[in-house]
């Protein structure tokens, strides 16, 4: 069976797999049936899952039933613990669908199927085609965003990433997930390696163009995001970490920071200015009468701010910190 797999993920082209796989997977599966693992998105129970790998099989990793993977089952629990998403239901842009929530979201989203947007380059599976660097939507389109395992393929990542924040809503958050090597410090990169094979060997997979270091979150955060670096398998029980055969991947969650929270960060003079411009629209002060002088004002509580010694604590220096982007 693990000869099987990692022949097709090789050789057969992705619209295909994903139209085969939705019939061939299960069936394999009746060969695994039994109790000791479980999927969380599906409820299925088995011996253990399917081995999965383009280079490297790994085993007891992709369920039969759903087809999700460890890493898509740790994404779950945490969506479901830690989230009101699937509660709430916001506009969500899920770009490269996978197989395994785009089910469970769409029967969740059932009574607001606009509210649940996939999109994909070529999947028959998505509801959008087009290409993630260019993304024909609006500004603000989305709440919530997936996207996951996608910019390790595109030419230019850093111009996906800018584009993935625009369509985010202000204050909106989203997971942003790539194969991260976290015992590298930057990530590596060489479009001169053109050969499949050769590929396959450096990157892991013939059509991934780099492997993300410790700075993926940095380039993230370039884009304009706010990111929170999430190491969730660590928050599981052994027992969940062994019944849900997870991974050690981390979390990548991202906000895209409100306006509100852009003028609270942005110097206090800047503060000043933008404070005495609304007041001097909302209200115009009545003129001295002739050969009269008005009686000097108290100062202000920001005019106080501004003479205050350059090393003396402010109110934003003591603020308690913004809370963590991943509580949506």
Known sequence: MRRIIKWALNH???????????WMVPLAGLFYRGRRVECPIC????RKFLPYGYVTSRPNALCPHCLSLERHRLLWLWLVRETRLL??????????????LMRHLGRLYAQHPERYVTADLESPLAKLHFDVQQIPLE??????????????HVADDRRAMRELFRV????????????????????????????PDERTRIFGQYDHRRIYGRDYADRLR????????????AACTPEERRRYALCKDWLYIVRRPAESDLIRKAPAS???????????????????????????????????????????????????????????
Not at 43 to 46: D, K, R
Not at 87 to 100: G, M, S
């Open 43 to 46: 409820g299925s129970h088995y």
């Open 87 to 100: 509660d709430d239901c916001p506009r969500l842009l899920h770009i490269a669908p996978e197989v395994c």
């Open 270 to 328: 800047v503060n000043r200015a933008s404070a005495a411009g609304k007041a001097a629209a909302e209200e115009t002060p009545a003129a001295a009468p002739a050969g009269k002088t008005t009686a000097a004002a108290e100062p202000t509580a920001e005019e106080a701010a501004a003479a205050r010694p350059a090393n003396a604590p402010t109110p934003e220096s003591t603020a308690e910190p913004a809370s963590r982007p991943a509580r949506a």
């Open 12 to 22: 057969l082209p992705r619209t295909l797999l994903q139209r085969l796989a939705g």
């Open 139 to 152: 500004d603000g389109f989305a709440e919530v965003l997936l996207c996951n395992h996608i910019l390790e």
């Open 168 to 195: 985010l809503r202000p204050g909106g958050w989203g997971v942003i997930l790539s194969p991260v090597d976290r015992t590298r410090a930057a990530t590596f990169e060489d479009d001169s390696i053109t050969d």
């Open 222 to 233: 370039e884009a304009g995001f706010e990111v929170l670096e999430l190491d969730y398998a």
